[in-house]
C-alpha cells in the first residue's frame, strides 16, 4: 500500500514538473546587430508567453546560409524557426519545404512594403515575414568631402566615386578612400558586384541563359571594383563582410561606403559611431543606368515544414510578436527611433518620430520602392533578382564567381583571368542544371 502510494505520488510530482516546464523554442539567425537587439528583446516576448522558451543560434552570414539550407534539406529539425532572405523564400517555398506564415488580420499585411511582401511569398501567400529590409546606399564623411572641396551629387555615378576615393584616400592618417563589401560569397562581395554589373548596362544571363560575364559592362564593373579595393581601400578589404565594414565606418576609417541601408542607424548613432554628426547619405552609384543599381533584401523569419503543428503554433506566435508594428514601438522606446528595424513597414516610414532621427529614410524607402527584381537589367534579362539570380544553382555559381574576383583584388591573378575563370565555371554549373549551352 505505502510503495504503491509512493509511485502515485512521484507520477503526480513528475507530471506537475514536465507541465511547468516551458516548450523550447530554437530559432536559427544571423550576426547582425538588428538580430542581436532581437535576442535582448526576448525577455519581454517570453514574459508575454510564459509557457515559451526561446534559445537562439546566431551565427555569421555564410555559416547561417550554409547551416540553414542543411538542416532543412535533410529535414534535420534543428530549428523551429529560421532567418532567411529573399532569394531562399520563394524557391524553398516552392519545393514545399516552408510552412505559409498566415498572419493575422491584426498583422496588417498591407502595411509591409509591396517590393519586400512580394519578395518574400509564393502564389501570392507569405512565407518569410520580413524582421528588417534593405536596399544600398551611399554613406560618406561630410567633413572629408567638405575639407577636400568636393561636393556629392544627387545621384552619384560609380566614375564620380572612383575620383572621390582616390582624393580622400589617407592612410597615413588611418582614413581609406572607400569601403566595400570584398569577403567572397554570393550574398558578400556578388551582391555589391552585381549591383555594379547593373550600373554598368550587365546583367548575368542573356535571354537565351547564356552567362554574359565576359560582356563589356562585367569587365568595365569589375575593373573598377578591383581598382577601388587595391588602390584605396582596406588592406585587408577581402575579409571585410557587412560587419566588418560597419565597424571601419563607425570607427573613422572610411571616406565612403557603398554598403546595406540598414547600417544607416548605426553609422548615425553617437552612442555607437565616432563619426556620427558627419555622416552624410546619397543613392548608390549608377552608371549607364540606375536600374539595379541598389539591390533588394530582407532578413525574415520563417517556419521549415517539417517540424510539429504545436511547434508552428508556437513559432508563428514569435515572429507575429518579432515583426509587429507593437515590436517596432518597442525597439524605439528602448534604444530610439534611429534603431528600428526599417525596411518592412510603411508605417515606420510615415511615422514623424522616425522621420525626424533617421536622415536616411527618404532615401531607403525610395530605394527600396524601385528596386524591380522583374526588371533589373537595362538588356532584358530572363531571370528574377536585383543581386542575385533567382535559380536553386546560383549559390554554387555566385560563390565561385566572387572566390576568381576576391583573387583579382588580392593581386593573385588579372580581372580578364579572373572572369575567364568565372564564365567557365557558370556554363559548366549552367550545363550541369540542364540549361542550354
Known amino acids: 500500500m505505502r510503495a504503491g502510494w509512493i509511485a502515485s505520488a512521484c507520477l503526480c510530482l513528475f507530471a506537475a514538473s514536465a507541465r511547468a516546464q516551458p516548450a523550447s523554442l530554437i530559432i536559427a539567425t544571423v550576426d547582425n546587430a538588428q538580430m542581436l537587439q532581437m535576442q535582448r528583446l526576448t525577455p519581454v516576448f517570453e514574459q508575454a508567453h510564459p509557457g515559451i522558451a526561446v534559445r537562439w543560434v546566431t551565427l555569421p552570414e555564410a555559416s547561417l546560409r550554409r547551416d540553414v539550407a542543411s538542416d532543412i534539406r535533410t529535414r534535420g529539425e534543428q530549428f523551429d524557426i529560421v532567418t532567411i532572405g529573399m532569394y531562399e523564400t520563394p524557391l524553398w517555398a516552392r519545393r514545399g519545404w516552408l510552412r505559409p506564415i498566415r498572419p493575422a488580420a491584426s498583422y496588417d499585411e498591407a502595411d509591409v512594403l509591396r517590393p519586400i511582401r512580394e519578395g518574400l511569398s509564393y502564389h501570392g501567400m507569405l512565407y518569410a515575414a520580413p524582421f528588417y529590409g534593405e536596399s544600398s546606399l551611399l554613406m560618406y564623411r561630410k567633413d572629408l568631402l567638405r575639407r577636400a572641396g568636393l561636393h556629392m551629387p544627387a545621384q552619384p555615378t560609380w566614375s564620380q566615386i572612383a575620383d572621390f576615393a582616390t582624393t580622400l584616400n589617407d592612410p597615413a592618417h588611418g582614413v581609406h578612400g572607400i569601403c566595400l563589401r570584398g569577403k567572397p560569397g554570393w550574398g558578400e562581395n556578388m551582391a555589391l558586384v552585381t549591383t555594379m554589373v547593373n550600373a554598368f548596362g550587365g546583367q548575368w544571363f542573356d535571354m537565351d541563359w547564356r552567362p554574359r560575364l565576359l560582356s563589356r559592362p562585367w569587365k568595365q564593373a569589375v575593373g573598377l571594383y578591383v581598382d577601388l579595393l587595391r588602390k584605396d581601400g582596406p588592406p585587408d578589404a577581402t575579409e571585410r563582410n557587412y560587419n566588418g565594414n560597419l565597424s571601419l565606418f563607425e570607427h573613422g576609417h572610411c571616406a565612403m561606403w557603398v554598403g546595406a541601408s540598414v547600417a544607416a542607424g548605426f553609422v548615425a548613432d553617437p552612442e555607437l559611431s565616432k563619426v556620427a554628426n ?83 529614410a527618404r532615401l531607403e524607402l525610395q530605394a527600396i520602392d524601385s528596386a524591380d527584381p522583374r526588371d533589373a537589367t537595362l538588356p532584358p534579362s530572363p531571370y528574377t533578382g536585383v543581386q542575385f539570380v533567382e535559380i536553386a544553382h546560383f549559390p554554387s555559381i555566385g560563390d565561385q564567381v566572387g572566390r576568381q574576383i576576391s583573387l583579382a583584388v588580392r593581386g593573385r591573378i588579372s580581372v580578364g583571368q579572373a572572369l575567364t575563370a568565372a564564365q567557365a565555371a557558370t556554363r559548366y554549373e549552367m550545363l550541369l542544371a540542364g540549361y542550354p549551352g
Not at 288 to 313: E, N, R, Y
Open 278 to 360: 558627419v555622416v552624410g547619405f546619397a543613392p548608390a552609384p549608377a552608371e549607364v543606368t540606375s536600374k539595379g543599381s541598389h539591390w533588394l533584401w530582407a532578413w525574415a523569419l520563417a517556419i521549415p515544414a517539417d517540424i510539429s503543428h504545436k511547434q508552428a503554433a508556437l513559432a508563428r506566435s514569435f515572429i507575429a510578436w518579432a515583426t509587429s508594428r507593437a515590436y517596432v514601438q518597442l525597439v524605439a522606446q528602448r534604444f530610439g527611433w534611429e534603431r528600428v528595424p526599417s525596411g518592412t513597414r510603411r508605417s515606420t516610414y510615415a511615422d514623424p518620430r522616425f522621420q525626424a532621427a533617421a536622415p536616411w
